[in-house]
């Protein structure tokens, strides 16, 4: 019997893990119009939520306590404690200013405070309301993300 390289090994487990945290997470049903809130230090910046797979996964993760760093002068970026499902979603998507988005080859979540090009991959989970001026600069943003409707 031929060995496994370390590489394949690590993939294999990484894998087994995703899907595990998948299968634990309770299913959420996510309505077109559900309202999730991105609590900064002093300021709330409300958010709808398109219904996907990705979306109901995205719910299902939350509270998240994330630290967003700057990525290219465009987007907020941080990694995600698991992978969302990305079925049914579009190959790809030409983000736009306000745009709350999903990375699936790295499984990082990012919030466009600029318009970008067409990113393959790339799957909208929706869109900031108002001011997203708030996300731009080089510096990292702690930020806890919550359903609006999650009880204080």
Same mark, same amino acid.
């Given at each position: 019997?031929?060995?496994?390289? %370390?590489?394949?090994?690590?993939?294999?487990?990484?894998? $087994?893990?995703?899907?595990?945290?998948?299968?634990?997470?309770?299913?959420?049903?996510?309505?077109?119009?559900? =309202? %999730?809130? $991105?609590?900064?230090?002093?300021?709330?910046?409300?958010?709808? /939520?398109?219904?996907?797979?990705?979306?109901?996964?995205?719910?299902?993760? /939350?509270?998240?306590?994330?630290?967003?760093?700057?990525?290219?002068?465009?987007?907020? $970026?941080?990694? /995600?404690?698991?992978?969302?499902?990305?079925?049914?979603?579009?190959?790809?998507?030409? &983000?736009?200013?306000? +745009? $709350?988005?999903?990375?699936? &080859?790295?499984?990082?979540?990012?919030?466009?405070?600029? +318009?970008?090009?067409?990113?393959?991959? /790339?799957?909208?989970?929706?869109? %900031?309301?108002?001011?997203?001026?708030?996300?731009?600069?080089?510096?990292?943003? =702690?930020?806890?993300?919550?359903?609006?409707?999650?009880? =204080?």
């Amino acid at each position: 019997m031929k060995s496994l390289s %370390i590489g394949v090994l690590l993939t294999l487990a990484l894998a $087994i893990h995703t899907a595990l945290a998948q299968s634990a997470r309770e299913p959420v049903t996510v309505e077109d119009g559900m =309202k %999730i809130h $991105i609590v900064m230090k002093e300021s709330v910046v409300e958010a709808t /939520l398109e219904n996907s797979r990705a979306s109901q996964d995205f719910v299902s993760l /939350l509270p998240l306590e994330l630290t967003l760093s700057d990525y290219h002068g465009t987007e907020k $970026i941080a990694d /995600l404690p698991a992978r969302l499902s990305t079925d049914g979603a579009p190959e790809g998507v030409t &983000p736009e200013t306000g +745009d $709350i988005a999903y990375f699936a &080859p790295w499984g990082n979540l990012a919030i466009f405070y600029r +318009d970008f090009r067409y990113s393959p991959g /790339l799957v909208r989970l929706g869109r %900031i309301e108002g001011n997203v001026e708030r996300f731009a600069g080089d510096g990292e943003l =702690k930020v806890r993300i919550e359903r609006a409707d999650a009880p =204080k």
